[in-house]
């Protein structure tokens, strides 16, 4: 195993130090061990991480390189959402989109973040680019042709079958907005290699998405949760609350000198901010409903798509939207006061849905991130505290080792799960929020 170059700040070598010479324990009512390590704090009470960032990252990060490859040459966390801390299948079910585009996001900043000096990581990005590409599209032909599947069964090569809730409505039904996750994520492989493979593929689930976009309004979105993806139509959940991935793919392909996705990426645009923005919180009108592959409840409002479109929105700032930091706040308070919950030590964890208010740590660590954003572009010292407990707390399941586990609740420290929460919508937060405030990396004075 290869060593690992620890950075830790000078006050979390003080609070280890201490712990570990006078045999201190935590203050009282907090709890001694959180997840798989011994819980650190500050003399406030305030959880600190028990490595740095950066190290506890580069863990994980570490563990995943080491990931066996199958006979088709991709790591197995690659095409298994459910993988245990042994590197194999929990479950037959798999959710390519989201957690292969996810992944390519998180790769790619923990790329950048590292000085582009490790191919490694370059490579496994590339072969879930590969994935997407060879083994998750549709049949080629009706409404949705050869379109990035939302929903699978991880031994299928390539997918030919829809899996999760899916299932329930036949084997061709897709999510629109998931083509839209992994159509950006390989606009931005296209733009890390070159290879006009990916580039192709999200030109190709740009147009398919704009030919089958809808009037939409109040009580539809421009298009619906599920399609059958031969038929099309008007599918089910006429609410589907991730936008904000295809307007970006739309946005990168503008940028790119793709004009034909300017009238779409317009009146998307203007649904967003006319309808979006001023929705209802009633469960039975909200907009932020709909993003799990494998829940069904037209009235079940999610944190995942509030929290990503907040993200893009301080990203772009004035470029997006003239209201963006009014805006941006709007959805983060809109996830904290609908999902968030109390831990110890002063921590804010984050919960996915009205339907399951655990903390996984997909949507968990996003609170961390995008708070962390907007700190960085001024939102105020509230959102500073808010994002460095909160993953702070998100160190704590991550194994000695590397290995994560799915859930990040005091008591958990089992390894492995769901992938997109154990791990590929869990490092681009992180990396998110070393980049916005750098200290925080654990690389002092950088």
């Known amino acids: 195993m290869k060593s690992h170059c620890t950075f830790i700040p000078l006050v979390v070598l003080v609070a280890l130090s201490s712990l570990t010479a006078l045999g201190q324990q935590p203050p009282q009512g907090l709890p001694a061990k959180i997840g798989f390590h011994n819980a650190v704090y500050d003399g406030n009470g305030k959880l600190l991480p028990w ?5 506890a990252i580069g863990r994980e990060m570490e563990w995943y390189l080491k990931c066996p490859l199958d006979e088709h040459g991709y790591p197995n966390f690659v095409f298994m959402t459910f993988m245990n801390g042994d590197y194999q299948a929990l479950r037959m079910d798999s959710i390519p989109a989201t957690q292969d585009g996810t992944a390519i996001l998180s790769y790619l900043k ?5 000085g582009k000096s490790d191919p490694r990581i370059l490579d496994w990005a590339r072969r879930m680019g590969d ?18 599947r939302s929903t699978g069964y ?22 629109p907005d998931k083509g839209g996750i992994a159509g950006y994520a390989l606009v931005r492989l296209y733009d890390a290699t070159g290879d006009k493979r990916y580039l192709r593929q999200a030109l190709h689930n740009a147009d398919v998405l704009a030919r089958n976009m809808r009037p939409a309004d109040a009580t539809r979105s421009p298009w619906p949760f599920r399609v059958d993806c031969i038929i099309g139509g008007e599918g089910r959940g006429q609410r589907s609350g991730d936008m904000v991935y295809i307007l970006r793919l739309f ?15 317009a009146a998307l645009w203007k649904w967003i901010k006319q309808y979006q923005f001023n929705s209802s919180e009633d469960p039975g009108k909200c907009l932020w409903v709909h993003f799990f592959e494998d829940y069904d409840m037209d009235n079940n409002r999610n944190s995942w798509a509030p929290l990503e479109m907040a993200r ?15 805006d941006a706040e709007k959805l983060i308070q809109f996830a904290l006061r609908h999902f968030s919950d109390a831990q110890p030590g002063g921590v ?46 998100m160190t704590y399941f991550i194994d000695n080792d590397g290995a994560p586990a799915q859930r990040a609740e005091a008591s958990n420290s089992v390894r492995g799960g769901w992938q997109e929460d154990c791990h590929t919508d869990v490092v681009h937060n992180f990396a998110d ?4 405030v750098p200290e925080w990396s654990g690389k002092m004075g950088r």
């Open 433 to 436: 929020a070393m980049a916005a």
């Open 110 to 114: 923990w790329w950048a973040f590292k």
């Open 251 to 265: 946005d990168a392909l503008i940028e790119k000198g793709h004009g034909r996705y300017k009238i779409p990426r």
């Open 154 to 175: 991880y031994v299928d090569f390539p997918q030919f079958r829809a899996s999760q809730g899916d299932s329930r409505y036949g084997r061709n039904v897709i999510e």
């Open 51 to 55: 490595t740095s960032w950066e190290d």
């Open 312 to 326: 893009y929105l301080i990203e772009r700032k004035e470029a997006l939207d003239p209201d963006w930091k009014a």
């Open 131 to 148: 994935y997407l590409l060879k083994e998750t599209l549709t049949p080629n032909r009706g409404a949705y042709p050869k379109f990035t």
């Open 348 to 393: 804010t964890t984050m919960g996915e849905q009205d339907d399951d208010k655990k903390p996984w740590g997909g949507a968990c660590s996003k609170i961390g991130g995008v708070a962390a954003l907007f700190y960085a572009a001024g939102g105020g010292e509230q959102y500073k505290e808010l994002a460095f407990l909160n993953l702070n707390w």
